[in-house]
């Protein structure tokens, strides 16, 4: 008797969002089946690996991630083309300049040094602000007038500022990170909210992420269950992509800091975990945990 393997029918699709114009044009989302699940169904898109560049000198990195970037640092576009040589297929700008408990820098001078990454790099950016959910309004909102129809993805946005920000990128052509705090009610309330304005097509969830040991449980969870409410279930307010932002998270560990080696691999087993949950997009640090994914993605290894 023949055997046939069982293959599940998907109701639901993942909108697909598109980052950056012309050439540099990347799509991430986009799939009707699970993570990996080829035998059921077409992953059109394959999940994207960011490396990350700060607006400043990062202070507290330690010398094992530190080292590969040692030259650029102090120039952000110098800092982003080093990272796509070393085979990011985008880059994750982070304006840490303008944190308020930091250097305070102002919005429009942290606008100025997005136009220029933009302008000088052939990928697309993904912009991060300081995390401070009220000066991001105005740094967020000034980055989208000053980069208008640059079609970047703008985060994160939270239930505290989601209003101003959306509305700002809605009008000047940008994309946007929904982010809540690990929480799949929270997760669907703010989704729910920024639909009434803004197409799905232009968002991106950010659940938010443990590294390997610091909480990977509650991420993957979160991550597995809104793949599966979009995808098997059909829920509209939850057909995003999804993007593991586990970078800072890794690398602020004990073990990844004294280690090199345990380092990568504890960033590396930590992306690969939360790819396995349903990300499209991972932020990471280290050169050499960006490589090994892409060989995971390529099935190369």
Known sequence: MEYKTPLETYTGRVSGVVISKGEKAAKVGGESVLPFHFFEGKIENRPLLALEVYDIEPQGWSESVLQPYKDVVADPIAWANKCLSYGADLICLRLMSTDPAGANAPADKAAATVKRVVSAIKAPVIVYGSGDETKDIEVLVKVAEVCDGEQLLLGPLVKENYEPISKAA?????????????????EKELNVKLLKSFPPDKIVIDPLSSALGYGMEYS????????????????????????ADLAAESWKTKQARENKKQGILWESVAALSLLLAGANILVLRHPESCKLMKEVIEGKI
């Open 220 to 243: 993957f969870t979160i991550m597995e269950r809104t793949k599966h409410i979009g995808v098997m279930f059909g829920d509209s307010t939850m057909q995003m992509p999804i993007i």
């Open 170 to 186: 809605s009008a000047h052509g940008h994309s946007v990170i929904a982010q809540t705090p690990i929480d799949i009610n929270l």
